[in-house]
């Protein structure tokens, strides 16, 4: 009985504090390129959850994933333009908006997730996101995607001459289109919603994603190869179309922004889990799985290192400076 009265009297008090704020019915439509079932779909519907049970099922978050909404640099458009009210995609890609945000997809720095997290919900994200109004969006939280790898249907990748002449598709982001020239690849800019069609048919030999991603998307179907090369860290962005965001009221933009910031502490853990468990189930489903050797990681890391000292000049110096000295990287 008392467990039954403590359970009431919470209830009661969630609804009561939620007719206490100002917040209205609404529904958001939140979309993503990614397949139902990876880390940041999953985190998707977290949100939904924990933000209608907050609102007392005034505000209700719908879930639009698989690229229904179309791709990412489409969506994006739509958050601008009040079409579609939220998003979730890779952080980096915002270097469109902003060359700040290029910081982020700096090959091979971003090794411990800690030291990122610290960065990101600290003042390098506090940074990047008080630059976002003017590009017409709201940046209300950094979830994950993970460590990128790569896959192929041509041979293994076990070194850096392996790379050499692969068609691979990239994100249509400047700075990773110049690190696998650099890497010796031919990067081949495509939206995610036409990949699995283009590595069907041999249009593009391979791609690079996150693993949970390569298994969600059964990219695996399709290629025979994964070298889990840990190139690129992919934090994800939350974010909410600045029209949108003008017609809340500011109690509701406080409770999507808290939302968004506590579903980011389950959706990492998720994401993290998920990079163990969709390695193995690739191996599994037949693709062979390969571990780059140290030595040849770090000629990886070597032949890239033009591509960071030209975009670093690009970034704010003191953002840059935080980063580096964050994670013990140095140009010298």
Do not use: C
């Not at 609804?15 to 019915?25: F, G, L, T």
């Not at 609404?26 to 939904?48: C, D, N, S, Y």
């Not at 690849?185 to 390569?214: H, I, K, R």
């Not at 990219?219 to 860290?233: C, D, G, I, K």
């Amino acid at each position: 009985m008392k467990k039954s009265l403590i359970g009431i009297l919470a209830t009661t008090l969630l609804i009561s504090a939620a007719h206490a704020q100002d917040i209205n019915n609404r529904t958001i439509k939140f979309a993503a390129t990614g397949q139902e079932g990876t880390p940041p779909v999953l985190g998707m519907h977290i949100f939904a959850e924990k933000l209608a049970e907050r609102s007392s099922g005034k505000l209700n978050a719908r879930v639009f994933a698989n690229g229904v909404l179309g791709g990412d640099v489409q969506v994006l458009s739509s958050l601008q333009g009040g079409v579609v009210e939220m998003m979730v995609w890779n952080a980096g890609n915002m270097i469109t908006q902003d060359q700040n945000f290029g910081i982020l997809d700096l090959p091979f720095i971003y090794q411990d997730v800690d030291v990122v997290d610290d960065l990101l919900d600290g003042e390098v994200g506090k940074f990047l996101t008080d630059k976002l109004p003017e590009h017409g969006v709201i940046g209300l939280a950094f979830w994950e995607q993970g460590f990128r790898v790569l896959s192929n249907n041509r041979h293994e990748v076990k070194t850096l001459e392996d790379i050499s002449g692969l068609k691979v598709r990239v994100q249509q982001n400047p700075l990773l289109i110049d690190m696998w020239a650099a890497l010796g690849a031919n990067p081949t800019p495509m939206a995610v919603t036409e990949l699995y069609t283009a590595l069907e048919t041999g249009a593009v030999d391979g791609q690079e994603s996150t693993a949970p991603f390569n298994y969600g998307s059964k990219y695996y179907e399709v290629q025979q190869y994964l070298s889990n090369t840990r190139h690129n860290y992919n934090p994800q962005i939350v974010l909410i179309g600045k029209p949108f965001w003008e017609k809340l009221t500011p109690d509701e933009q406080t409770m999507i922004t808290e939302v968004a910031r506590e579903t980011a502490i389950e959706q990492r853990q998720i994401s993290r889990d998920a990079q163990v468990s969709a390695l193995k189930a690739i191996r599994e489903a037949g693709n062979t799985v390969t571990e780059i050797e140290p030595a040849e990681l770090q000629r990886m890391k070597d032949a890239v290192r033009p591509v960071i000292a030209k975009y670093s000049a690009t970034f704010d110096p003191e953002l840059t400076k935080t980063v580096f000295d964050a994670v013990g990287f140095s140009l010298e």
